[in-house]
């Protein structure tokens, strides 16, 4: 839309500076009697136009188609800078969103499930009390939570990406990036 858009400012500047140029016709008319036929009339046309009397119209023709393809390049400058942000942030969120759940699956979720065992061992052993088994549940379901709200931050992200750049699904994205989409794609929470 945009190259639509610049290809339309250039061709009214082309035209414009054409139009200050003297304008030269020529024609041929020729006209016949409809009884038998015969030839009854020619005319030879001459048509030239000077534009030289009116410089000061075209002038500003002319600047002012130059004003809009500038102001049409420049609007273009400003939309690719901000689908390059836009892509900048989805980049960033996918990887933080990445970063979180890898973070929630390997390190958080292991060490609140064998503080959990251990409560529940202390628990049945008459060493410690209910109240730390049910915090630790609940810290470990508070994990998995975050593991997927995590992960599906990271769709989402994914998702807006997509849409971002006008590709028809996931798949298009991650052949754009050279991987398959079995490595790069987000894994469901652990149950």
């Known amino acids: 839309m945009l190259d639509r858009e610049r290809t339309a400012a250039e061709s009214s500047l082309t035209a414009s500076r054409r139009q200050r140029r003297p304008d030269l016709g020529f024609g041929v008319a020729g006209r016949q009697y409809s ?111 975050e593991e997927a709200r995590a992960i599906a931050e990271q769709w989402s992200a994914l998702g807006e990406l997509v849409l971002c750049c006008g590709l028809g699904d996931l798949d298009s994205l991650f052949q754009l990036s050279g991987h398959s989409a079995s490595q790069n794609a987000p894994t469901a929470p652990r149950g």
């Open 35 to 145: 009884g038998d036929g015969g030839f009854r009339q020619g005319q030879f046309t001459l048509s030239v136009s000077l534009p030289w009397f009116n410089r000061e119209r075209y002038r500003r023709d002319i600047q002012r188609d130059e004003a809009q393809l500038e102001a049409v390049r420049l609007d273009t400058a400003g939309r690719e800078l901000g689908l390059r942000e836009e892509i900048y942030r989805l980049h960033t969120t996918i990887e933080a969103a990445r970063r979180a759940a890898l973070s929630y699956r390997n390190e958080i979720l292991p060490q609140t499930e064998a503080a959990r065992a251990a409560a529940l061992s202390a628990w049945m052993s008459g060493r410690g009390s209910l109240t730390d088994v049910l915090d630790t549940r609940r810290a470990r379901l508070q994990a998995q939570v």
